[in-house]
C-alpha cells in the first residue's frame, strides 16, 4: 500500500505483480504553450485558424487511445465544464458569435450551442483534438443540440465527419450472411457506385439512394444464391439470373438494373468472367394511368390554417409546380406577380397570389432575422441557408404534390382535347411524358374528363 506523501517503494511492490496507474483522471486540460521555435513560428502561425475576432486555435495531431469505454459520470462532466474556458473552446464561442449574428440565430440557440460545446470539451478522450461528427450526434443523449453544433465545428474547420450513410447501413444488415467472396464482391460495386472511380474504365459517383434501390431489389436474390451454395457471383450463370428475377412488378425493375451495374462494375474489374446480363432485353417500366383527385381533399388543403400548406398546394394545384422545384424556389423567383422557373416564366394565378402574400407576412413574423434565401422555410431550416426537405409541407397538407401534380396536368390535356404541344410548352414535359396523359383521353374511367380544380373564388 503507498503511503501519502512518500515515493513508490519499486522493490516493495514488484514482489507480488505490478501496479498500474491511470494518470490525470480528474485534472482540467490546460492549453499547451506554442513551443515552435521563432524559426518554424511564422509557418505555425500562418496554418493556425483565426477569425475576425482574432481568436487563434491550432488543434492537437495526436490520439489518446481508449482500453475502454465507460458512460460519462455526471459529476465529474459538471466539474469540467465549470473549469474556466481553454484556448478551443474560446476560439469556438467567436465563431459561433459571428455565425449566430450572420444568420440571425435566436439568444436561446446560441446558448444552447455553446453548452454543446462545453460538453464535447468536456467529453474529449484527447482534449484539444478535433472532434468526430458520431460523437456530436450523441449530444441529444446529455441534453445537448446536434446539427447546429456541427455547423459551427464545421465553421471553425474542427470537425471530422466520420457519418455513415444510410446506404452503407443498409448494405451491412443484408450481408451479414452471405460469402465472404461474394461480400467482398459487392462491397467493391458499393465503394465504385457511391464514390466513383478514377482508373479505368472511370465512373461517375451515384445518388446513394441509386444504390439504395439497386439492394432492395438484389437482396432477395443475392440470398437465394447464397442458401443454394454459391461462393461468388463469378459462379453465376445467364439462366440463373434469368430464373431468378420476379416475374413482374417494380422488384424485379430494381433487381434487373442493379445485377446489370453490379456485373458491369466486376466484370470491369475482373473480378468475373462473364456477364450474365449481357445482351438481355430490359424490361420496360410498367406505366400507370395518373388519376385525379378528390376535389374536397384539394379544396381543403387550399383552404389550410397553415400559410405554407395553403401555398404549396396553391403552386402545384394551380402551376403543377414539382416538389424539388418548390423546394429550391428563392424570394427572387417571384417577381412582379410572375414565377420563373429555369427557362420558363409565367403569371401566377389570383388565389396563388394571396396566398403568398399571407405566406411572406407568415415568413416575416415568424423569423424575421433569417437570412435564408429560399421562399419555404421552417424551424429547422431558418437559422440555416439549407432548403427544406421535400416531405415540407405535404405530411401536413395530407397530400402527395406528384398525385395532385397529375391532377393539374389531367385537367389541361382534357381541357385542350389532348394538345399535347400545349402541355409540353405550359409544364415542362417531355413528348414521352405528355403521351402518358393524352392516352388517358381514351380511358373509359376518364372519357367525360377529371373532377375540374376548385375555381379561384371557391378557393379564396
Known amino acids: 500500500m503507498k503511503e501519502p506523501g512518500r515515493a513508490v517503494d519499486l522493490t516493495a511492490v514488484s514482489r507480488n ?19 515552435h521555435s521563432a524559426k518554424d513560428r511564422g509557418t505555425a502561425l500562418a496554418a493556425t485558424p483565426q477569425n475576425r475576432s482574432g481568436a487563434e486555435f491550432t488543434p492537437v495531431r495526436w490520439r489518446q487511445l481508449l482500453l475502454f469505454r465507460m458512460p ?55 482534449p484539444g483534438a478535433k472532434i468526430h461528427a458520431s460523437d456530436v450526434l450523441e449530444l441529444p443523449r446529455i441534453g ?62 451515384r445518388h446513394p439512394q441509386t444504390a439504395h434501390l439497386h439492394m432492395l431489389g438484389m437482396s432477395p436474390i443475392l440470398r437465394t444464391w447464397a442458401d443454394a451454395g454459391h461462393q461468388s457471383l463469378a459462379e453465376i450463370s445467364r439462366e440463373e439470373f434469368t430464373t431468378a428475377l420476379p416475374a413482374k412488378g417494380a422488384h424485379r425493375n430494381f433487381a434487373e438494373q442493379g445485377f446489370r451495374s453490379l456485373f458491369r462494375v466486376l466484370k470491369a474489374r475482373k473480378m468475373i468472367f462473364t456477364d450474365p446480363t449481357r445482351g438481355l432485353p430490359v424490361t420496360p417500366v410498367n ?45 427572387t423567383d417571384i417577381r412582379d406577380g410572375r414565377l420563373t ?39 429547422k431550416t431558418a437559422p440555416r441557408t439549407t432548403p427544406v426537405s421535400r416531405n415540407f409541407p405535404w405530411v401536413a397538407a395530407q397530400l402527395k404534390p406528384q ?11 382534357h381541357a385542350t382535347g389532348g394538345d399535347v404541344r400545349r402541355i409540353c410548352d405550359l409544364f415542362g414535359l417531355s413528348i414521352t411524358a405528355a403521351l402518358r396523359y393524352a392516352n388517358t383521353l381514351e380511358h373509359p374511367d376518364l372519357a367525360d374528363g377529371p373532377t375540374e380544380i376548385p375555381s379561384a373564388g371557391g378557393a379564396s
Not at 27 to 33: F, K, L, Q
Not at 181 to 188: A, C, D, F, P
Request: glycine share 2%.
Open 403 to 413: 398525385a395532385l401534380r397529375e391532377d393539374r396536368i389531367l385537367q389541361e390535356i
Open 287 to 331: 406505366a400507370t394511368v395518373p388519376l385525379p383527385l378528390d376535389t374536397e381533399a384539394i379544396r381543403s388543403a387550399l383552404n389550410s390554417a397553415d400559410p405554407a400548406v395553403a401555398l404549396a398546394v396553391a403552386l402545384v394545384a394551380f402551376h403543377a409546380v414539382t416538389s424539388p422545384q418548390l423546394a429550391a424556389l428563392q424570394l
Open 72 to 126: 460519462p459520470n455526471q459529476g465529474v462532466l459538471k466539474r469540467r465544464i465549470a473549469v474556466p474556458d481553454s484556448k478551443m473552446l474560446i476560439y469556438c464561442d467567436a465563431i459561433l458569435r459571428e455565425h449566430a449574428a450572420r444568420h440571425g440565430w435566436s439568444k436561446k440557440l446560441t446558448n444552447e450551442v455553446k453548452r454543446s460545446l462545453k460538453l464535447l470539451h468536456a467529453l474529449q478522450d484527447t
Open 144 to 205: 445537448g443540440t446536434a446539427l447546429s453544433t456541427l455547423e459551427i465545428l464545421a465553421a471553425a474547420d474542427l470537425l471530422i465527419d466520420d457519418r455513415t450513410l444510410a446506404v452503407r447501413h443498409y448494405f451491412a444488415k443484408h450481408t451479414a450472411d452471405p460469402p465472404t467472396t461474394m461480400v467482398s464482391q459487392l462491397q467493391t460495386w458499393l465503394d465504385v457506385m457511391i464514390e466513383g472511380s478514377r482508373q479505368a474504365p472511370r465512373r461517375r459517383a
Open 341 to 379: 422557373l429555369q427557362d420558363r416564366s409565367f403569371p401566377l394565378a389570383g388565389p396563388v397570389l394571396t396566398r403568398l402574400a399571407a405566406y411572406l407576412d407568415h415568413r416575416a413574423k415568424t423569423w424575421p432575422t433569417t437570412s435564408n434565401t429560399h421562399l419555404f422555410i421552417n424551424r
Open 17 to 35: 505483480g505490478q501496479q498500474l496507474y491511470l494518470a490525470n483522471l480528474h485534472h482540467a486540460y490546460v492549453p499547451r504553450r506554442n513551443r
